[in-house]
């Protein structure tokens, strides 16, 4: 064995014990019916209380794309009681870090802070959510920077070519939009649109509480009680939109911006608790993600076919997709094409050697491990498969199951998935007149 891998496999074992480090998770449950997620992590003065609302950009309808993001900025820019600049000042005090995160699939407000300043930052926390003012000019003024973003979206040729992508894979599903949402629609939005989402979501019924750090579950529970246990329960949620696989089609997008093109191409692939799950996770690290996956090698660097070469699988709760995209010349575009099909029928016949299967595997760990280093992300795991239905323990045997993947379960979901007829897209230069 030479001293790299032995150096490589040392580290490893490092990362683990830091990032696995901590007691048994627990949930508790509020007399208002909140769950909490409770991890007590002492070698670390950390705490941080994550607030999960299990809504998100697939809760919303056609004319309030964009709602749920929206609405989570001006959350944060005062409440009832504190201007945003009082927040700020709040929990600059005591040292916080405050972050919001909106996806597809969930929301998420969180707060990190030593264990000495638990007490106001969770109070400050609650105060956030639960007493948002949505400030009328404060809406105006991000409004106009929603709108930039969207708007400068069309001058990143990924975007462009994604956009298209998600548009002809999933229809008029949530999936299909940005998670900014759509210009007409954010244009359209009203102070009462976003306190009315706010209404809807904000309740006990669609919340749970992760806690993780050095602070224990009764001290958790107390404070939680005090803070997010008189919320009132909502409506019981309505079941998500499930997206529905769509007939394959090709499209391309000419363009009078980009010089180069772009090609996407993909395939419907399983949601997150499907069995394949995380074969198609292997799949995807086998084929791109890296400069020493397949795409890259092979495209790039051996045929020189384009100078940005990737795919990508999204975690989602109900129909996600792979998707291979590559940044080339436009004379390239049929031989990277061809080039792409040839290697995805190699995945379906040829099984994957064990040395390149083992790689793969030593880099997903080493990404998982890297990604469960601090108490912040230890708390954001537990709560986002909690949230996405696989259930806050999953977190501990994703890996294992990531670590079991065969070549021959490789070859199988391939052929399973990657059938018949794909989705297209092309962006390409427009013909100059």
Request: hydrophobic residues 40%.
């Amino acid at each position: 064995m030479s001293i790299t891998r032995i150096l490589f496999i040392i580290a490893m074992m490092h990362l683990t014990s830091l990032a696995l480090a901590g007691g048994t998770v627990t949930q508790l449950t509020l007399t208002n019916g909140i769950h909490i997620i409770h991890k007590e992590v002492k070698s670390n003065p950390i705490v941080t209380v994550q607030v999960f609302i299990t809504a998100g950009i697939i809760d919303e309808q056609p004319a309030e794309a964009g709602v749920a993001n929206f609405s989570q900025i001006i959350m944060m820019k005062g409440t009832e009681t504190r201007s945003d600049e009082q927040l700020s000042r709040e929990i600059e005090d005591i040292g916080a870090h405050l972050s919001a995160d909106v996806d597809y699939d969930f929301s998420n407000v969180a707060i990190s802070v030593t264990k000495g300043g638990v007490h106001k930052a969770v109070e400050l926390l609650a105060d956030i959510i639960r007493h948002p003012v949505f400030p009328a000019t404060e809406i105006e003024k991000e409004r106009t920077a929603v709108l930039a973003s969207l708007k400068s979206r069309h001058d990143q040729i990924f975007h462009t070519a994604n956009d298209q992508f998600s548009a002809i894979f999933y229809g008029n599903h949530p999936y299909s939009w940005p998670d900014a949402g759509k210009p007409e629609t954010v244009s359209a939005m009203t102070r009462e649109t976003l306190m009315d989402w706010h209404r809807r979501h904000y309740t006990a019924t669609h919340i749970f509480i992760v806690v993780a750090g050095d602070i224990s579950s009764t001290d958790s529970r107390t404070i939680c009680e005090t803070y997010f246990g008189d919320i009132a329960p909502g409506k019981t949620p309505k079941p998500f939109l499930n997206a529905v696989p769509l007939k394959p089609q090709s499209d391309i997008v000419p363009s009078t911006k980009f010089q180069q093109a772009y090609l996407m191409i993909g395939y419907a692939a399983p949601d997150v608790r499907n069995s394949d799950f995380c074969v198609m996770k292997m799949i995807n690290a086998l084929m791109g993600s890296r400069m020493s996956g397949r795409l890259f090698t092979e495209l790039r660097e051996k045929m020189s076919l384009g100078y940005e070469v990737n795919s990508f699988y999204p975690t989602r709760k109900t129909l996600s997709r792979f998707v291979i995209y590559l940044g080339l010349i436009n004379e390239n575009r049929t031989r990277a094409e061809k080039r792409i099909n040839e290697m995805i029928a190699e995945l379906k016949t040829t099984p994957v050697p064990d040395q390149e299967l083992t790689d793969t595997k030593n880099y997903i760990r080493g990404v998982y491990l890297l990604d469960h280093q601090t108490i912040g992300r230890q708390a954001w795991n537990l709560g986002w498969w909690e949230v996405l239905g696989r259930g806050y323990a999953y977190d501990e045997k994703y890996l294992n199951d990531l670590m079991s993947v065969t070549p021959e379960d490789i070859r199988r979901v391939a052929n399973r998935y990657f059938t018949g007829d794909y989705f297209k897209v092309e962006v390409v230069p427009a013909e100059k007149k």
